[in-house]
Nanobody, 124 residues
């Protein structure tokens, strides 16, 4: 098993930036694909970005492509989500997930492990 803890959320003005971290403990983080998802009140959890074990495969949602960057440092057992040019519609709780599959998934149901989430609020 792997345990995940997100951090780095907060309140930021539109156009600003935040960097989220996902710290992993337990089983080696390098054995998992990692995904970032977000969930606004009353809405379903939606895909943001995903990265393969070694970082060679990366996917973004259409709404975050060009603004967000996903990365990971397996030596530090940590994943990251750099968010630039933030918009009010990016406001949500952000979750990182870990998955042992070979395929890098973009749907939350395929992820086996989740953190508790970190809140991102973007003011206009």
């Amino acid at each position: 098993q792997v345990q995940l803890v997100e951090s780095g959320g907060g309140l930021v003005q539109a156009g600003g930036s935040l960097r989220l971290s996902c710290a992993a403990s337990g089983r080696a983080f390098s054995g998992y694909n990692m995904g970032w998802f977000r969930q606004a009140p009353g809405k379903e959890r939606e895909f943001v970005a995903a990265i393969s074990r070694g970082g060679s495969t990366i996917y973004y949602s259409d709404s975050t492509k060009g603004r967000f960057t996903i990365s990971r440092d397996n030596a530090k057992n940590t994943g990251y989500l750099q968010m630039n040019s933030l918009k009010p519609e990016d406001t949500a709780a952000y979750f990182c997930g870990a998955d042992v599959s070979i395929i890098v998934y973009t749907t939350p149901d395929e992820y086996d492990y989740w953190g508790q989430g970190t809140q991102v609020t973007v003011s206009s």
